[in-house]
């Protein structure tokens, strides 16, 4: 009797034991691979300044799932084609929530745009306006004259600046006109002198504040560091000089209508006093009650800052990084330089109509976007639900990042990724639209980037006046140019861009 006291304990912590160990192997088996970690911090020593090159090696020695704890937070990286077609075409409806962000609810009022908002109705109405009645095919060709208008305007800006030996600051050009695109597009009028000065250098802090790292999000009982650092208010104070600036801009729009407008939709902006612009379009439709749903003031402004902020931050940094390649890479130029005399002949200013023939300029964007995707980690998402993802389990609140440039330059996918090869694109049907995953630099699913052809398009046209107007080379004694890059949300180029230009004869 005794001894059978003794031994009971003995097997039943045995038994106890040998279960809690088949439980042990089962949920490791199902879990996803991680790279060690510390305690409190995780995984976020290992993020380095430039994530997604250090997540790509990560993600070379623990798989293309790999499972990261940044603090309090897990986060599966992704960083194969497969992986991010699961999460943005397979599962998207799981996915396609984004993580509350304290910085964003401060930037974009408590995160009520098309980008930042949690999934859900309101979220759909948002995003149903901006693709419908904002950034349509049919809304993004009526706004054809005022991209080579602007077009037209920056080539005479660049003729009086060809100077010899005096570079041009092309860094600058393209934030110039991308801007005054999209604030004639979207206010009705572009903003120059002091205005303008001020206006861009509001957007340029909007946008660093943007991509700033915030301890606290991830082990929250730090984040008095934040606030001691003065981020907090830094980002206060943007948020409300920009809300300012949008209050006049609509309040400026609103008092240019009397208040019975009745015209039809597909008819504002088209007079010839040059209201052709988005706020335009939003006060019609908040208005006439055309969508449905309710349009108030801060729903306005949110869509505002959807297509001004993201448009011009992504549109300057595609053709920064795509400048560069074609100058360090003559011969790519000479090719396309070529093929625009092919289409237009000795005609100087090329149209949008001439960019459907300009299939290598095409192949040329899209091979920038491959190697330089101006946001290189897509913006999280987060999981909705538990779900079993390539055998792996993923658990509800599962912060996600896809890693896109990782993906564009995997070898698995690309021959001779880290080259510049256009011609890999000639004859070859991926596209950036997010239906082929070896390439996602606007991302895919349901939380895509609506405003990738608006974007596209502008690029495309000032690219090929530059290309086909002007011969460009690199600054005297410049051998090479530095590719270093900057550090946040959207990637440039840390020094300027210069070059050297010359009309061609």
């Not at 006049?248 to 504002?268: A, C, F, G, I, Q």
């Not at 086909?468 to 440039?492: A, K, R």
Request: net charge neutral.
């Amino acid at each position: 009797m005794q001894i059978l006291l003794i031994i009971l304990p003995i097997f039943s912590v045995l038994f106890l034991l040998i279960k809690w160990y088949s439980n042990y192997s089962i949920i490791r088996k199902n879990s996803l691979p991680s790279p060690p970690k510390f305690p409190i911090i995780g995984n976020l020593h290992q993020l380095g300044l430039y994530p997604h090159r250090t997540l790509q090696s990560l993600a070379k020695k623990y798989g293309p799932l790999m499972l990261l704890h940044l603090g309090r937070v897990p986060v599966l990286v992704v960083s194969s084609a497969e992986g991010a077609r699961e999460i943005m075409k397979t599962h998207d409806l799981v996915f396609a929530n984004r993580p509350q962000r304290k910085l964003f609810d401060i930037l974009i009022y408590g995160s009520k745009d098309v980008s930042t908002a949690p999934y859900g109705e309101y979220w759909r109405q948002l995003r149903s306006i901006c693709v419908l009645h904002l950034l349509s095919v049919k809304r993004v060709q009526s706004f054809r004259s005022v991209r080579e208008e602007e077009t037209q305007i920056m080539m005479e800006e660049v003729k009086h600046s060809t100077l010899p030996s005096v570079p041009i600051d092309l860094s600058q050009l393209f934030s110039m006109i991308t801007n005054d695109i999209l604030c004639r597009v979207t206010f009705g009028r572009k903003y120059g002198g002091e205005s303008g000065k001020e206006l861009k250098e509001l957007f340029m802090e909007f946008t660093e504040l943007l991509g700033s790292f915030v301890i606290g999000e991830f082990v929250p009982w730090l984040d008095w560091l934040t606030s001691v650092s003065g981020l907090y208010t830094r980002a206060n104070r943007v948020a409300t000089r920009f809300d300012k600036f949008l209050e006049e801009v609509v309040d400026h729009h609103v008092n240019r209508y009397p208040d019975d407008v009745t015209s039809n939709l597909d008819h504002v902006g088209s007079d010839s006093q040059g209201h052709n612009d988005f706020v335009d379009v939003l006060l019609f439709l908040q208005r006439t009650n055309a969508t449905g749903f309710p349009i108030d003031r801060t729903v306005i402004k949110c869509l505002i800052l959807d297509v001004f902020v993201a448009g011009a931050d992504t549109t300057s940094t595609i053709l920064e990084w795509t400048m560069t390649e074609l100058l360090r890479h003559p011969m790519v130029l000479k090719k396309v330089q070529d093929e625009a005399k092919n289409v237009v002949g000795n005609r100087k200013n090329i149209t949008e109509d001439d960019l459907v023939h300009m299939h290598y300029l095409k192949a040329v964007i899209k091979e920038t976007l491959r190697l330089n995707p101006p946001i290189p980690l897509l913006v999280p998402r987060e999981s909705m639900q538990d779900i079993k993802l390539q055998d792996y389990n993923i658990a509800s609140g599962t912060r996600v990042i896809v890693n896109a440039w990782a993906i564009a330059r995997d070898p698995k996918y690309w021959d001779r990724p880290e080259e510049f090869a256009p011609e890999r694109f000639m004859n070859n049907y991926i596209d950036v639209k997010g239906n082929d995953f070896e390439l996602i630099p606007f991302g895919a699913g349901r939380r895509g980037c609506p405003g990738t052809i608006f974007a596209m398009v502008i690029v495309e046209i000032v690219l090929a006046n530059l290309l086909h107007q002007f011969e460009w080379v690199l600054p005297e004694g410049v051998e090479s140019l530095d590719m270093s890059e900057t550090v946040g949300l959207t990637i440039y180029r840390k020094v300027p861009l210069v070059a050297l230009a010359s009309p061609k004869n």
